[in-house]
T-cell receptor, first 111, second 113 residues
Framework: KQEVTQIPAALSVPEGENLVLNCSFT??????LQWFRQDPGKGLTSLLL?????REQTSGRLNASLDKSSGRSTLYIAASQPGDSATYLC??????????FGSGTRLSIRP | DAGVTQSPTHLIKTRGQQVTLRCSPK?????VSWYQQALGQGPQFIFQ???????QRGNFPDRFSGHQFPNYSSELNVNALLLGDSALYLC????????????FGPGTRLTVT
């Protein structure tokens, strides 16, 4: 059974810092892993999708990596801004369990 | 190009009542998935509709049912509402059932009193 874990549950950093969010999963038989951003009370915004055959994806200040063998993905945010404050969720798409989400990391960027 | 839309935005119901939530997928998408998100948790997969049929289902009771129409829009129905059904209900659409990027709507906030 696929389980997805995100640690830490909450993170607060000063503006301008580079930071890394972590996502781990138990079953490496995945199709893809997707990172989302969620603002309070809102829907999810897709940030990056990494196919199982890929090692990383980049979009602007965001870089996501995938290591299937170790069951890990990281989301790197460069030069953080107050507007980056949100909850970040990772979701794993695997054949057996469909899409499983982690509980998210609540990120706060201090001005 | 309209993204995924959901209605209503908010809803308040009483225990035991029934509710219907609606979702229109992103233009060009043929697959709709529904999720329940409790406060402080990640979304949990309810079910997926493709070609007007339920294709996959998560660990939700039969009180949760759905439908997909020929124009790919979808409804989520919940019968005999419980207090624990209070949550944000999210709809996501994709092109295809497997291994495609999902696009989410803004959600419907359901409160059961």
């Amino acid at each position: 059974k696929q389980e997805v874990t995100q640690i830490p549950a909450a993170l607060s950093v000063p503006e301008g810092e580079n930071l890394v969010l972590n996502c781990s999963f138990t079953d490496s038989a995945i199709y893809n892993l997707q990172w989302f951003r969620q603002d309070p009370g809102k829907g999810l915004t897709s940030l990056l999708l990494i196919q199982s055959s890929q090692r990383e994806q980049t979009s602007g200040r965001l870089n996501a990596s995938l290591d299937k063998s170790s069951g890990r993905s990281t989301l790197y945010i460069a030069a953080s801004q107050p507007g980056d404050s949100a909850t970040y969720l990772c979701a794993v798409d695997s054949s057996a369990s469909k899409i499983i989400f982690g509980s998210g990391t609540r990120l706060s960027i201090r001005p | 190009d309209a993204g995924v839309t959901q209605s209503p935005t908010h809803l308040i119901k009483t225990r035991g009542q029934q509710v219907t939530l609606r979702c229109s997928p992103k233009s060009g998408h043929d697959t709709v998935s529904w999720y329940q998100q409790a406060l402080g948790q990640g979304p949990q997969f309810i079910f997926q509709y493709y070609e007007e049929e339920e294709r996959q289902r998560g660990n939700f009771p039969d009180r949760f049912s759905g439908h997909q129409f020929p124009n790919y829009s979808s409804e989520l129905n919940v019968n005999a509402l419980l207090l624990g059904d209070s949550a944000l209900y999210l709809c996501a659409s994709s092109l295809g059932r497997i291994n495609y990027e999902q696009y989410f709507g803004p959600g419907t906030r359901l409160t059961v009193t």
